[in-house]
């Protein structure tokens, strides 16, 4: 496999950096690492061959950067660029940039990228590709007005959506005319400072529905693979917290007819790498499509875990030219995966900062930890609180269960707060045991 880069720049930092950079290591591809100030004294510094200080902590200075990430890739002499997930994940302007310079892209092409940015034009493509969508505007809405008549004819609730981005900033759940006039200019401004755009639009709100997303692969040649779905129902403020793959809310055949369209879909858009179509499943079993991200998912480890596959390698080895096995490999036995955020769940989850003085990771059986955390790690306040993901594997899913109490149980970190004990609670819930938690579990069912 040596020899598909000379050399990989990537452009991320924390968890999914170090993950990376291992995922180069195995193909035998140099790795360079960027770094804020703030992340000097990385895991992700330490483990690359080569790290680059691109600024100061704020990201907008260093993460953020493309000129500076550019002049990185220039000078270490990196002939591929990985994004991670975040910062300049979905961005097709570095896409672009990589393509005019001679560099690799590990993720979409530009113009497919932007495309797919515009939650509107994503949904148009999607149902023109033969996905079912939510009842919805065709666009965005011009104004209040706009919006108050079309939320009448959809009926409420109804969703008020940034057209430019997700993540569930600028994202509203309206129960009413009154509540949509309120949340009208918040979640505008909410999308402008998240997006640069504060275009919306709407969409019908499903109660008590599932989250569910569907790993797909395309390479080049157009040979598509999906690898399941992953139920990322768990959220709190449309954030996941756990995620677990086969979903209790998903059958053989729906998961066959999902993952079909999906790829269709992927291919007729020109989509090539690793993608996530993410969907939204009501109490029936229809599935309604809501956004597709181009880039690597934070919750890809529960499909790997699943399917016995290396998602970041495949994507190196997609964006080199290489073409996928002919087969998909098969899912066996159940996966979780719980992220530790360094939050503090009995203040409403605040931001936990400050010096670990103690951690152990959890290990055993079926247990995988995917951190860039370590003793004496200062948790910087300036990005994402994820800290580590702890995922459990097992023959079924009572063992992935049993597996991952054991391995929170394990896990020690010292000197802050951790999501940790909020997941043993869940862990415990009759809801979550019995397979019954939809994205509205937090708020009215967890313990």
């Known amino acids: 496999m040596a020899g598909l880069f000379k050399k990989v720049l990537v452009a991320n930092r924390g968890e999914i950096a170090v993950r990376i950079i291992r995922a180069c290591k195995e193909l035998g591809i140099p790795s360079v690492g960027v770094f804020s100030e703030a992340d000097r004294d990385s895991l992700a510094v330490r483990l690359a061959d080569e790290a680059v200080c691109i600024g100061p902590p704020p990201?907008?200075?260093?993460?953020?950067?493309?000129?500076?990430?550019?002049s990185a890739a220039a000078i270490t002499?990196?002939?591929?660029?990985?994004?991670?997930?975040?910062?300049?994940?979905?961005?097709?302007?570095?896409?672009?940039?990589?393509?005019?310079?001679?560099?690799?892209?590990?993720?979409?092409?530009?113009?497919?990228?932007?495309?797919?940015?515009?939650?509107?034009?994503?949904?148009?493509a999607?149902?023109?590709?033969?996905?079912?969508?939510?009842?919805?505007?065709?666009?965005?809405?011009?104004?209040?007005?706009?919006?108050?008549?079309?939320?009448?004819?959809?009926?409420?609730?109804?969703?008020?959506?940034?057209?430019?981005?997700?993540?569930?900033?600028?994202?509203?759940?309206?129960?009413?005319?009154?509540?949509?006039?309120?949340?009208?200019?918040?979640?505008?401004?909410?999308?402008?400072?998240?997006?640069?755009?504060?275009?919306?639009?709407?969409?019908?709100?499903?109660?008590?529905?599932?989250?569910?997303?569907?790993?797909?692969?395309?390479?080049?040649?157009?040979?598509?693979?999906?690898?399941?779905?992953?139920?990322?129902?768990?959220?709190?403020?449309?954030?996941?917290?756990?995620?677990?793959?086969?979903?209790?809310?998903v059958d053989a055949k729906l998961r066959k007819r999902m993952g079909e369209l999906a790829c269709k879909a992927a291919v007729k858009v020109g989509y090539t790498n690793a993608g996530t179509f993410e969907f939204l499943v009501d109490k029936q079993g229809e599935f309604y499509f809501m956004e597709i991200n181009t880039r690597i998912q934070v919750e890809h480890p529960v499909t790997e875990a699943l399917y016995d596959v290396d998602i970041v390698k495949l994507q190196l080895l997609m964006a080199a030219g290489e073409q996928l096995p002919r087969q998909a490999p098969q899912a066996r036995g159940h996966a979780i995966e719980c992220r530790i955020n360094a939050e503090d769940p009995a203040r409403d989850f605040a931001p936990a900062t400050g010096q670990i003085t103690e951690f152990v990771a959890p290990g055993g059986p079926g247990i995988r930890v995917d951190t860039h955390a370590f003793q004496g790690y200062r948790v910087p306040p300036f990005y994402d609180s994820l800290l580590a993901k702890v995922i459990a594997h097992g023959r079924d899913r009572a063992e992935a269960i049993a597996r991952m109490r054991r391995a929170l149980q394990e896990l020690t970190v010292r000197g802050l707060k951790t999501t940790a004990p909020f997941h043993l609670q869940v862990l415990s819930d009759p809801v979550f045991l019995n397979g019954d938690a939809d994205t509205t579990y937090i708020d009215r069912a967890a313990p």
Not at 59 to 70: D, F
Not at 109 to 121: G, H, P, S, T, Y
């Open 77 to 124: 002499g990196a002939d591929a660029i990985h994004p991670g997930y975040g910062f300049l994940a979905e961005n097709s302007y570095l896409a672009e940039i990589c393509n005019e310079n001679g560099i690799a892209f590990v993720g979409p092409a530009a113009e497919v990228m932007d495309r797919l940015a515009d939650k509107v034009q994503a949904r148009q």
């Open 126 to 249: 999607m149902a023109a590709a033969g996905l079912p969508v939510i009842p919805g505007s065709e666009r965005a809405v011009r104004g209040l007005a706009e919006a108050e008549h079309l939320a009448r004819e959809l009926g409420y609730p109804v969703m008020l959506k940034a057209a430019a981005g997700g993540g569930g900033r600028g994202l509203r759940i309206v129960a009413g005319a009154d509540e949509l006039a309120r949340a009208y200019p918040t979640a505008q401004a909410e999308a402008e400072s998240a997006f640069g755009s504060g275009e919306l639009y709407l969409e019908r709100y499903l109660e008590k529905a599932r989250h569910i997303e569907i790993q797909v692969l395309v390479d080049a040649h157009g040979r598509a693979w999906h690898l399941g779905e992953r139920d990322c129902s768990i959220q709190r403020r449309h954030q996941k917290l756990l995620e677990e793959a086969p979903s209790p809310a």
């Open 59 to 70: 990201s907008s200075k260093s993460y953020l950067n493309i000129p500076n990430i550019i």
